[in-house]
């Protein structure tokens, strides 16, 4: 093997670990939150955690993909993992609930400025031929981290400390710190240009007003409370100034002429609702496989196994696939089994077996981890080095605002068709006012042991019902991602194979210092 190839190893590695350690932490402190409240306190304060990482990684990802076209990708890469460093250190070391919080906010700059640069970097260093394997390689990290982190965060928890979910960051960034500051050497050809403070401002504003509106609504206060009816007014404020101010910024930060592009604006949209419907697996099997089947947390986060290796498998898959086809044919084929994967999630019950459990997850993972590495690859199709930070971060951003928007409008079908099947289960039962109230609560091994076998039959069955209806609904996002996909038009990866904007930088380019 060559110094060169050596190199390249060892920034694939860093970009690589640098993805795992951000894409998985969401997920990971999710699952925690339960025993971190309990240590710290502030129940009332518990979604503000969540919040301040997701609002600063959405508001990050576009600004620092449009910095990284201007001034370069390895200082905002190095300075993300630096930043998502320093607030995993914070927020082992936290004392209350409002120090996580801040701390958070931190941790998320850092994963927004990580996520999108990383795909950048590797189709800045690779040539076309080689774009669809490492896309195939970075997807399956994506996959395989969004599906591991409830099983890692319920394992470090119970076994160990929720501290540790923090801390165990630190080693795994510092590796990859280290390879991306020693071997990668980019370009310099960058464009600089004056950078669009109004369009950065109003559109942080109007994610925290969209984001708040959505983690507190239906919890915190009513829909439709003038708490929250403001927050969604300040949002379409803040959202129609930032559209505005787009169309005349000499250098915007989300350009509106790459959605002129039919297969970007396609792949967009279909990122935006394959996030959508892919949340609902991630949230709800284990959901159900804990209330329904019973078992730990730690067992219920085992059983997205099969859905990982789906989605691995896929991702793989899809980079290979999409050198020798046309993006649209393979998302296609992802479209139809990740749609035929949900359909077939919407008929579980309490009779359906583990094994039949599995084999639909393996199917709806299959389906949804060709777009992990494909969407990637057609949302920067024939942008050049000085567009594809601001067309992949912009990818990044609407696949996680459908997945966050997912979660609410999902999360609120759930939990009200629960509501009505245990209200309709105890209808004139006396004393069943506190066990509808606290029901999901009450579903686990230590709790279920002392709840009466008949009543305890009613609530599985409440349960199991209002999941199966949500992978109903979920059905809705995942047929308008084929519609998007179908709009993907007839480009491929072969198509820039040896064209000018599909060369590779020149290795003296990728060097060490």
Known sequence: ???RQNRLGFVVAGLLLGILVASIDNTIVSTAMATIVSDLGGLDKYVWVTSAYLVTEMAGMPIFGKLSDMYGRKR?????ISLFLLGSVLCGTAESITQLTIYRAIQGIGGGAMM??????????FPPEKRGKMGGLFGAVFGTSSLFGPLAGAYLTEYINWRWIFYINVPIGLVAL??????????????????????????VGSIVCLMFALELGGSEFAWDSAQ????FAGF??????????????????ISFNMFKQRLFASSTGAGLFYGAAFITAALYIPMFVQGVFGGTAVSAG????????????????????????????????????????????????PDTTRFMLSVYMFLTGFGIGFSFSVLGMSSIHGFDMRQRGSATSTMS???SLGMTVGITIFGIIQRNHFTSGMADAFAGSEGAGPMTENARELLSPEKRAEIPAPIMEKIVAALSESVSVTFLWSIVPAGLALVCVLMMGNAGMKDIIGNRTGKAIPAEEIRGH
């Open 178 to 203: 280290a390879f991306i500051v020693i071997y990668y050497k980019e370009s310099h050809s960058h464009s600089k240009q004056r950078i669009d403070w109004w369009g950065a401002a109003t559109l």
């Open 76 to 80: 905002f890469f190095v300075l993300g």
């Open 1 to 3: 093997m060559s110094a």
């Open 228 to 231: 929250i009816i403001g927050l």
């Open 302 to 349: 085992l059983t997205l196994l099969p859905m990982t290796l789906g989605s691995v498998i896929a991702a793989q898959l899809g980079g290979v696939l999409a050198n020798k086809m046309q993006y649209r044919n393979v998302m296609m084929l992802s479209a139809v089994i990740f749609i035929a994967g949900i359909v077939l999630l919407s008929t579980i019950t």
């Open 236 to 253: 379409a404020v803040l959202l129609g100034i930032f559209l505005f101010v787009e169309t005349r910024a000499a250098e915007p930060i």
């Open 397 to 399: 951003f609407v696949r």
């Open 116 to 125: 999108p640069i990383a795909f950048a970097i590797v189709f800045d260093i």
